[in-house]
């Protein structure tokens, strides 16, 4: 059993003129018992002796006040258990009650280039009580002392451009606020301005093993990442060649990417591709390998037929000095036009079994490779009288569609011309090939017209109109399986675009750009009435496309709705009523801030930060004091512009001494009436005013009368007999009297009979 640890983590939650609010968490160890309450000292910076404030603490958070403006203090906060007080947690850093912000926290240097540097910072620990409004950064050059404003910004970052290079900079930056300046925060040392030497990098993670494979007559691109400072020159090249754009060959370049692209790649294309990066920091190469696969060159001849038997030869050729860049999956061995044979593995050997004399002719030989196969190297006639025949090994191949002539898969057809789309067909069994449009399979009609065999598929379609234009899909399947292929159909001529929004013209800020196969429309700095339903008119001779894109933008909501509403008026409090923004942003409105200053002062003080309704009842005023409010609503993208409550050509707002009461809801009662007086009575006002009641004033007038007498009395004397009265009743305080609350009916009073006496 011991005294508590000291507690944890002391910080300020908010700092004004004249307090502070401190919040701490309890301590680590209690010694074995409860804690019982906190004790929170403090000291100014220049003295030694601790005061305590704020008495015995039994919360984790103590505002303190009375302290002196622009004084810096010292705070310690301890715990007490029974056992006695434990040891202290003090603050290492004096904190200043001012109205004013602390100082930004940090001051790092994020950049420098040979004319600007980039400045980074963080929050300042306190904002005085009023939001932080901007930052000020200042620059001075070494060897003066003056300081020169280089910028202003909301940002916690800030670039300083148009600087000396090779000269030395200090910089500090300053938070403003409402009341005025934070004290400065200063980098640690000049900074020199100057790019910095990095060795140039490339980053090849994203190419797998480094390797870059494509079909031939296929376009292929190598994109690469790259760093370094300054920014390093870029050298492509192939093998020893240097490479340059050039109609097929494109090489961009950018601060931080370079890329090289061929169309139409050829088996020559293929190799080890070296990118060069050099700056004055150094030079590196990176070398990417690029594979580009086609159809194997023929197989090396001559064609040698041996063994040759009665019933039986065997035939040999070399395999092919290319073998378009993939593994040579099988060779076929043809003769004549009636048939083929296959040789399902990578042997160069034909054996021909029970050779038959009509087998006599020529053979053609083919090497094939998931490219494809190459046409016929040589032709070997060979005539024999002996009786053989040829054994063929049976073998089953997937389908394969033929895209060289199309390979972007993409087609373009002037408007009422023919479509042709004829695809060559590999695979075994011959396959069925189909044809599909728009998800509806396609059916021979005067206009369209479909060929398939073995080997082939063609699709003809004449009159084209723009309701062709679109995806066809090509659907092949043998015993093996099934490929669908997709070609896209595009119209001629090119259409014409046109942009609307809501029906109506698009912002002359938007910038419009078309090309052979899209239309862009840019809005740079969108703003939230830049939303809406967007409209795209595609137009040419032969009809016309619609296309809607519905925009929204988001952003800081607009102000709240006015105006501003004051109630329930008391002398130290008011009720602030407004309405909600009529553009939220696009984001749902977190809450308002409210705020408010006297009409001779020019610091704004935030009265709540955190209001989700429309109204606040603003309490702690000053009687008698002239005040001006705001109300700012926030969402998510931040806060808008505020409602006020005084026009730039009006002096104040609000002038708050209490009003009159309110009178009654319920009108004076008639209590009882006599020849000469009538009893009233009446509920209490609703509303006091601010003050309390300090009598009633009670009114009459005749009827027939213009003239108002008054009296203090409950009870009226004197009235006439048998004349109609009308009464009000009015309430007053110290400050004035209350609107009148008139009886609901006219009194009359009493005829009192007189008796006759003998």
């Known amino acids: ?48 002796t601790w005061q305590q404030s704020g008495g015995k603490c039994t919360q984790h958070i103590l505002k303190i006040q009375d302290l002196l403006e622009g004084v810096p203090y010292f705070f310690r906060v301890s715990a007490e258990n029974q056992h006695g007080i434990g040891e202290a947690f003090e603050v290492t850093e004096p904190v200043i009650a001012t109205a004013e912000p602390s100082a930004p926290k940090r001051m790092d240097i994020l950049d420098t280039t040979d004319s600007t540097v980039v400045l980074g910072w963080l929050k300042p620990e306190h904002d005085g009580g009023s939001r932080i409004q901007h930052y000020v950064i200042e620059a001075k050059a070494k060897g003066t002392d003056k300081w020169m404003v280089v910028g202003n910004t909301k940002n916690l970052t800030y670039v ?60 292929f691109t190598i994109d690469v990442p790259i760093s370094g400072r300054p920014a390093p020159k870029v050298t492509w090249k192939l093998e020893e060649m240097r490479l340059k754009s050039s109609d097929r060959v494109s090489i961009k370049v950018t601060k931080d990417r370079t890329s090289i692209s061929v169309k139409e790649a050829m088996r020559g294309d293929g190799g080890k591709y070296y990118l060069t990066l050099e700056n004055v ?40 000095e290319d073998d378009g860049g993939t593994v040579i999956t099988n060779y076929i061995v043809e003769k004549r036009e009636s048939g083929f044979i296959e040789v399902t593995n990578t042997s160069t050997t034909l054996i021909i079994d029970k050779v038959h004399r009509y087998d006599a002719g020529k053979y053609t030989l083919v090497a094939e490779n998931s490219a494809g196969k190459k046409a016929v190297l040589c032709v070997f006639k060979y005539h024999y009288l002996y009786r053989f025949t040829i054994f063929c090994f049976s073998s089953l191949v997937m389908p394969v569609v033929d895209f060289s002539s199309i390979p972007q898969k993409v087609v373009n057809v002037l408007a009422g ?157 008011v009720k602030v009523t407004w309405k909600a923004p009529t553009d939220d942003g696009g984001s749902q409105i977190l809450g308002y801030i409210v705020e408010r200053r006297e009409a001779t002062r020019n610091a704004w003080y935030t009265v709540d930060s955190r209001v989700t309704e429309t109204q606040l009842v603003v309490k702690g005023l000053k009687e008698g004091t002239e005040y001006h409010f705001k109300v700012t609503a926030e969402n998510s993208f931040g806060v808008s512009a505020s409602l006020k409550s005084f026009s730039d050509d009006s002096k104040c707002s609000l002038f708050f001494i209490p009003g009159p009461p309110e009178p009654s809801s319920t009108p004076p009662e008639i209590m009882d009436v006599t020849k000469s007086s009538v009893a ?20 009459y007038k005749v009827v027939s009368a213009e003239q108002r007498l008054k009296e203090k009395e409950f009870t009226m004397p004197g009235l006439a007999e048998a004349t109609e009265y009308e009464f009000r009743v009015f309430a007053e305080n110290e400050t004035g009297m209350s609107r009148p609350r008139r009886t609901a009916t006219c009194i009359k009073t009493k005829l009192m009979t007189r008796g006759c006496t003998s």
């Open 281 to 320: 920091a150094g030079t590196r190469t990176f070398t990417i390998d690029v594979n580009v696969t086609g159809r194997p060159s023929p197989p090396t001849g001559p064609i040698e037929i041996s063994s040759i038997t009665s019933e039986s030869c065997v035939v040999n050729w070399q395999p092919p």
């Open 160 to 219: 300083v451009e148009k600087l000396n290079k090779g000269d030395e900079y200090d910089f500090r930056v300053k938070a403003k606020n409402e009341s005025g300046y934070s004290t400065p925060k200063e980098t640690l040392a000049p900074v020199l301005v100057k790019e910095p030497h990095i060795e140039p990098a490339a980053d090849l993670s994203e190419i797998a093993n480094q390797l870059v494979t494509c079909r031939s007559n296929s376009t």
């Open 680 to 699: 009233l009575a009446w509920s209490r006002p609703k509303d006091d005013g601010g003050s309390a009641i300090t009598g009633y004033i009670v009114e």
């Open 417 to 573: 011309k023919t479509l042709e789309l004829d695809l060559p067909i590999i695979g075994r069994p011959p396959p069925i090939c189909s044809w599909y449009f728009a998800d509806n399979k396609l059916k021979v009609t005067d206009r369209v017209k479909i060929k398939s065999t073995g080997k082939f598929s063609k699709l003809t379609m004449s009159d084209t109109t723009i309701d062709d234009t679109g995806e066809y899909t090509l659907e092949v399947k043998n015993a093996v399986g099934v490929i669908t292929e997709i070609i896209k159909v595009i119209g001629k001529p090119h259409p014409t675009c046109k942009w609307s929004k809501d029906g109506g013209a698009v912002s002359t800020k938007a910038l419009i750009a078309s090309t052979e196969d899209a239309c862009e429309l840019v809005i740079k700095g969108a703003e939230r009435n830049d939303s809406g339903m967007y409209d795209l008119l595609l137009e040419n001779k032969v009809g016309k496309k619609r296309a809607q894109i519905k925009v929204k933008v988001i952003g800081r909501p607009s102000a709240p709705e006015g105006p501003m509403i004051f109630e329930e008026i008391q002398a130290n409090s």
């Open 1 to 48: 059993m011991d005294t508590p640890g000291p507690p944890q983590t002391v910080a300020f939650k908010e700092v004004s003129r004249g307090s502070v609010t401190l919040i701490w968490e309890p301590p680590l160890n209690d010694g074995g018992a409860r804690i019982h309450h906190f004790i929170v000292e403090r000291r100014e910076a220049s003295r030694r």
